[in-house]
């Protein structure tokens, strides 16, 4: 049974951006969310998955703050992050912090690690002098590196250690939630596995909340507490990530795990037809009955809501064949 209060929480969130169309400059919004609602409880991992440009990573943006929700609410412990004074909300962010994909990107080439690290610190007033280099050490140590490294430019790491460096810079405020955008989909194979055992750790070992945003459905599944599977700025199923890989329902799911080779024999084969669609004009109805091959006339007319499915309890579909197909 999920708790009554989720750490963070986005609500029949929508998020609009424009761009200038082609005739006389008006504005035309491209909906990147539409109606989501996603909880993360407190110790909880949720991954958020899908095909590029569906939304995740705006998600992931909404629900720290960094983006504003055209409409719906964002929640964080019962807080409307959209309510909040500019002094409140600074109080707010030390609590949750953010892992972006690329950790080179995300680093300044021009200072130190340590002192990038130090920055939450003393920004927030957590720390002062000599302290401050004492807890950028022992944050160091925490993800596997040496503090002796804290005098060095983030040019020479490897990619791995520069990722490492950028969870420990997420670390410094001490946050209960955690936003980890594609955090070792620029990382090699080889690599991309001491990342995710280090942020499985750390979640142990913290108690942090997370919002894991990948591609990658083994990560995912080796991961995640939860599952959230996302479309065209809808999410098409929600639930416990074991439920929804041992028995995938939508027909969006199904495809994304019969499209991975050693994920196939969990999920019945689902044909995709054609491309996808532009996200600026999605299709009418289902988002997804486009490419659906059980697609009905009456999933051009309605937008399917997220519904709990008969007898699972916290499983959550979007899809107006959901009992059919689930039978």
Request: charged residues 20%.
């Amino acid at each position: 049974m999920r708790a009554a209060q989720p750490l963070a929480r986005a609500v029949g969130v929508t998020r609009a951006f424009y761009r200038r169309g082609r005739f006389l400059g008006r504005s035309v919004p491209v909906m990147a969310l539409r109606g989501v609602d996603v909880e993360v409880q407190r110790a909880e991992t949720v991954g958020v998955v899908g095909e590029s440009g569906c939304g995740k990573s705006t998600l992931g943006r909404v629900m720290l703050g960094l983006l504003a929700p055209t409409e719906g609410q964002v929640l964080f412990d019962g807080e409307d992050l959209a309510q909040q004074t500019q002094a409140h909300l600074r109080t707010l962010r030390r609590r949750m912090q953010m892992v972006f994909q690329d950790p080179y990107g995300s680093l300044d080439p021009r200072r130190t690690v340590g002192a990038q690290i130090g920055d939450g610190i003393v920004i927030h007033r957590l720390a002062a002098g000599v302290e401050v280099a004492e807890r950028v050490a022992l944050l160091l140590r925490q993800v596997g590196l040496n503090p002796a490294d804290a005098g060095r430019l983030p040019h020479e790491f490897s990619g791995g250690q520069r990722q490492r460096i950028a969870v420990a810079r997420a670390l410094a405020t001490a946050p209960e939630f955690i936003v980890a955008d594609e955090p070792v989909s620029a990382l090699d194979v080889s690599i991309q596995a001491q990342v995710v055992n280090l942020l499985a750790d750390l979640r142990a070992d913290l108690g942090l909340a997370l919002l894991f945003i990948s591609h990658d459905l083994h990560v995912v599944r080796h991961l995640c507490d939860r599952l959230v599977v996302m479309y065209l700025g809808r999410v098409m199923e929600e639930g416990p990530a074991s439920e929804i890989f041992a028995a995938p329902v939508h027909p969006y799911t199904r495809a994304l795990l019969a499209a991975t080779p050693s994920l196939r024999h969990r999920a019945a084969p689902v044909p995709l037809m054609g491309e996808v669609p532009s996200i600026a004009s999605p299709p009418t109805g289902c988002v997804f009955r486009t490419r659906c091959p059980m697609a009905q006339p009456d999933c051009a007319e309605t937008v399917p809501t997220l519904q709990t499915l008969k007898g699972t309890g916290d499983r959550r579909i979007a899809c107006l064949r959901a009992e059919e197909i689930a039978t």
